[in-house]
């Protein structure tokens, strides 16, 4: 059983930077698709940022040059440095892992992701 738990979020005002965990047991991580996701109430499932095999990252146009997505494989984590973050980033997040090899032009496809986090609340205030 995979399981994906994650850390970090809270409460930040507009401008400033909040950083996102996930540790990931029971997966084969060396060889991996992961990703960050985000949805609000009623809101789709949006793809944040996501990780290929070969290490290729594509990130959503609303957070590139704001969020940073990183993996240390020594420690099965996955990390989301999010700065200059803004009101419009208000969403539960969710880390997600795939169990079968995701295409380049779909990683921020939430479809593709079978296992996911509990997610946490990322809310910034103006």
């Known amino acids: 059983q995979v399981h994906l738990v994650q850390s970090g979020g809270g409460s930040v005002q507009a401008g400033g930077s909040l950083t996102l965990s996930c540790v990931a047991s029971n997966y084969n991580y060396r060889r991996t698709w992961m990703g960050w996701f985000r949805q609000t109430p009623g809101g789709e499932r949006e793809g944040v940022a996501a990780?290929?095999?070969?290490?290729?990252?594509t990130y959503a146009d609303s957070v590139k040059g704001r969020f940073t997505l990183s993996k240390d494989n020594t420690k099965s984590t996955l990390l989301l440095q999010m700065n200059l973050l803004q009101p419009e980033d208000t969403a539960k997040y969710l880390c997600a892992a795939a169990r079968y090899a995701v295409p380049s032009h779909a990683t921020l496809d939430h479809d593709y992701y079978s296992y996911w986090g509990q997610g946490t609340q990322v809310t910034v205030s103006p």
């Open positions: 990780i290929e095999d070969d290490g290729t990252i």
